[in-house]
C-alpha cells in the first residue's frame, strides 16, 4: 500500500500530514463496498436500530442535491461529531460498523494515529442521529470503561501507553482509558485541515458558563451548533467519547503560531521551546534593523520623516512563500499583476482577522501583510485563491480591486509570497509585517509587558517625544534617513522599541487630509508643493486599501489602531499561550472514580444498536420523496 497523507473532500485531495489509509487505497475500509467485507453476506449481521433491509451504509446530503461540488458542501458542514469505539483497533470498528450494523463514519483513528478515510465527506454517513446531513464523524480507537488487565495486548499497550482517568458526563461518572499522544497529534492535524477546507465548521465545542467544555447534552436542537461536540452532547443515551479533552484539542487547532516567513528557513513555525522561539524573533529583528532599507516599526517609512509605520519589514526573495502566522480569516485582499504595480513595487496585500483567547482574555485583532507578488499560475496559488475562483468576490480580486471576503485560513497554511518594493527601479524583495487592534490587548493578558504610546495627537506623523527624540540625533525633530538607519542597527535603545505598543491613525487610511498633512509637516518642508502632491500619488496614494465605504468587524470607523511590533507580538503570544492550561478540569486522575456504575442504558459505540440512524437516514430513495425541504432542515433528533 503507497503512503498517503491525503483525505479526499469532493474528489479533491488535501494534505494533512499525518498517514492516511483511504477507501481508495484500501477497500477493506471503503463503507461503498456493497456487502460485508469479512464474510458473503450482503446485509448486516446486527443490524443496528432503524436500518431495516438497507444494504447502503452511507446516503448523499440532501441539502447538497446533485450538486457535489465542495462550495456546496462547505454551505452544509457544520459539525465535527467525535466518538470512541469500545474496540481494540480501528479495522475491528470498521468491521462491526459495516459487516454488523450497517453504518459508518467518515473517520477512525487507530492507536498509533493512524488515519483511516472510509468515505468522501460529501456523502453523509451512519454515525450521529439528528445531525448527520450537516456533520462528519470519527471514531477514536479506545476500549473505554473495560479497564481490566488484559484489555489492551501488552505489546500495543508498551507500544501506544495509555492512562485511565475519570470524567463525568450528564452527572454520571466513568472510569475510563484516555487517549494516546499519536491520537490527539492526528486529530489536531486533522482538524487544521479541515478548518482551511470549511468556513462553517468553526474551531469551538460546547462551554458551560464557565468557559470549560461542557460535559452533557446541549440543551435545544442539537443542529443550531456549528463546531466539534462528542456523541453525547448530541444524546444523553451516550457517553462516547468519554474523557476525549475538547479543550486541548481545540487549542491545538488553534495554538500553533508562525511567522509569515523565517528568511533562511523553509518552515515558518515558532519552535516550542522558548530559548529558540527567541533565537528566531533575534535572528528576524537582525534581518529588519540590520539591512539599512527602512521599514522599521513604529516610525521610518520612506527613509525618512516622522509618518507613522505600524510594521516591519522582513526580506527574502521575491516568490518565497508567506504563511498566515495565526488561524482566522482572511478578509480583504488586493492583488495586481506587476504591470499594474506604482512605481515604488508591489501594492499587493492581505488582511487577516484574528479571534483568541489567550490567558482568559478574548483578543480580536488583524495581521497585514503588504507587498505580495502576483500569483500568476493557479499552481502557485495558496488555497484561498484557488478556491476563490468559484466565489462571488472573484471578478474583483481579479481584476486588482480591493476585496472584502470571508475565507478561513489555518495558522500557517500559505497565504502569498514575496513580493518586492523599493525605490524605483531598484526593488528588493520584501514584505510589510503589522499586527494591530482596536482595544489595547496588552493589560488583558500581561500587564506591563508592552510600553504604551497615545500618539494619536500627531495626526499621521509621530510626535511622541520618547519615541522621536532617542532617533533625532541633531535634536532638529525631524528624522532623516541616516538617523533613523544609524538608530536601528546600531543603537542599543532600539531594543526597548521591540516593546512599544502604539495608539495612533492608520497609515492605510484613505483620508483627504493626507495632503493636507504633507503640507503642513515640518519633515517636507524642503519641497514644493507639486513635489509633495508627487510624493503623495507615487508613493502614498497606491497603498491605500482603508476607505471610509469600508465596513469589517473589528476595524474602526476613525481608522485609529493599537499597533504592536509584530515580531514581538508572536513570540510573546507563543510564550503566553505555552503557559495556558490546557487539560480540561472535569478530566481526573484514576484515584477520583467513586465506583459507582453508570446507568446501563447509556452506552458507548461498542454496546449501542442505536443513536446513530433517524428517520432522515433511513427513509431514502423512493420513499426520501416525502420529506419536504423543511422536515431535512429541521432533521430528527433522538428523544432525550
Not at 220 to 246: E, I, M, S
Request: hydrophobic share 35%; charged share 25%; with cysteine.
Amino acid at each position: 500500500m503507497a503512503e498517503n497523507s491525503s483525505i479526499i473532500v469532493c474528489d479533491q485531495r488535501f494534505d494533512v500530514g499525518r498517514r492516511v489509509i483511504t477507501f481508495q487505497d484500501d477497500p477493506k475500509i471503503s463503507a461503498y463496498t456493497p456487502h460485508c467485507v469479512t464474510h458473503d453476506g450482503i446485509f448486516p449481521t446486527s443490524p443496528a436500530k432503524g436500518l431495516g433491509t438497507i444494504a447502503t451504509r452511507y446516503r448523499g446530503r440532501r441539502l447538497i442535491g446533485a450538486d457535489r461540488s465542495l462550495s456546496r458542501l462547505q454551505q452544509v458542514l457544520k459539525q465535527f461529531v467525535v466518538h470512541h469505539d469500545g474496540m481494540g483497533t480501528s479495522r475491528d470498528c470498521f468491521r462491526v460498523l459495516h459487516d454488523e450494523r450497517g453504518l459508518s463514519v467518515h473517520f477512525l483513528i487507530d492507536n498509533n494515529g493512524d488515519i483511516f478515510q472510509t468515505l468522501d465527506l460529501v456523502e453523509c454517513g451512519f454515525q450521529a442521529a439528528g445531525v448527520n446531513e450537516i456533520s462528519i464523524g470519527v471514531e477514536l480507537c479506545s476500549r473505554g470503561d473495560k479497564t481490566e488487565p488484559g484489555t489492551y495486548p501488552a505489546e500495543m499497550y508498551k507500544k501506544y501507553p495509555r492512562k485511565t482517568v475519570t470524567c463525568t458526563i450528564n452527572t454520571h461518572q466513568w472510569l475510563s482509558w484516555n487517549y494516546t499522544e499519536e491520537q490527539y497529534e492526528s486529530m489536531a492535524a486533522l482538524g487544521r485541515t479541515l478548518a482551511r477546507i470549511f468556513p462553517g465548521l468553526p474551531q469551538v465545542c460546547p462551554q458551560g458558563a464557565d468557559g470549560e467544555p461542557l460535559w452533557a447534552t446541549m440543551a435545544g436542537d442539537p443542529r443550531d451548533f456549528a463546531g466539534y461536540l462528542g456523541h453525547y452532547h448530541v444524546t444523553n443515551q451516550k457517553w462516547d467519547p468519554g474523557p476525549w479533552d475538547f479543550k486541548r484539542f481545540i487549542q491545538s487547532i488553534r495554538g500553533r503560531l508562525f511567522y509569515p516567513a523565517i528568511p533562511g528557513k523553509e518552515k515558518a513555525e515558532v519552535p516550542d521551546e522558548s530559548e529558540k522561539a527567541l533565537e528566531v524573533a533575534h535572528d528576524l529583528y537582525e534581518n529588519n534593523e540590520g539591512e539599512g532599507e527602512g521599514g522599521y516599526f513604529p516610525v521610518g517609512p520612506l527613509g525618512e520623516t516622522r509618518l507613522w509605520h505600524g510594521g516591519s519589514h522582513l526580506r527574502d526573495e521575491r516568490g518565497k512563500p508567506l504563511v498566515a502566522p495565526f488561524g482566522g480569516k482572511l478578509v480583504l485582499a488586493r492583488i495586481k499583476k506587476e504591470d499594474d504595480w506604482p512605481g515604488v513595487g508591489s501594492n499587493n496585500f492581505v488582511l487577516l482577522r484574528h479571534e483568541m483567547a489567550v490567558g482568559g482574555a478574548q483578543l480580536k485583532f488583524f495581521t497585514l501583510l503588504m507587498h505580495l507578488d502576483a500569483e500568476d499560475s493557479v499552481e502557485k496559488m495558496p488555497q484561498w485563491m484557488k478556491s476563490g475562483q468559484e466565489k462571488k468576490w472573484w471578478k474583483d480580486l481579479a481584476a486588482g480591486e480591493v476585496t472584502p471576503l470571508e475565507q478561513p485560513v489555518a495558522a500557517g497554511e500559505l497565504i502569498g509570497h514575496f513580493g518586492e518594493a523599493g525605490k524605483s527601479g531598484a526593488w528588493k524583495g520584501q514584505v510589510h509585517f503589522e499586527i494591530f487592534s482596536e482595544e489595547e490587548m496588552g493589560e488583558k493578558v500581561q500587564p506591563g509587558f508592552w510600553k504604551t504610546f497615545d500618539g494619536t495627537k500627531g495626526g499621521r506623523f509621530c510626535a511622541v517625544p520618547e519615541i522621536v527624540q532617542p532617533i533625532d540625533a541633531n535634536k532638529s525633530w525631524t528624522l532623516a534617513h541616516s538617523e533613523v538607519v544609524a538608530f536601528f542597527q546600531k543603537n542599543a535603545a532600539r531594543e526597548g522599541y521591540r516593546k512599544f505598543a502604539v495608539k495612533h491613525l492608520s497609515e492605510w487610511g484613505d483620508r483627504n487630509d493626507w495632503e493636507i498633512s504633507l503640507n503642513r509637516a515640518r519633515d517636507f518642508a524642503g519641497l514644493s508643493k507639486p513635489a509633495k502632491h508627487k510624493l503623495f500619488t507615487d508613493q502614498i496614494e497606491p497603498f491605500l486599501w482603508w476607505g471610509d465605504a469600508l465596513t469589517i468587524d473589528g476595524l474602526p470607523a476613525e481608522k485609529v489602531i493599537w499597533g504592536y511590533h509584530p515580531i514581538t507580538f508572536v513570540l510573546w503570544l507563543h510564550d503566553r499561550m505555552k503557559g495556558t492550561a490546557q487539560t480540561a478540569k472535569a478530566i481526573g486522575v484514576a484515584s477520583d472514580y467513586a465506583g459507582k456504575k453508570p446507568p446501563s442504558e447509556i452506552k458507548d459505540d461498542a454496546e449501542a444498536t442505536d443513536g446513530f440512524m433517524d428517520d432522515e437516514d433511513a427513509l431514502f430513495g423512493e420513499a426520501a420523496k416525502s420529506l419536504d425541504l423543511e422536515k431535512l432542515a429541521a432533521g430528527y433528533p433522538d428523544e432525550k
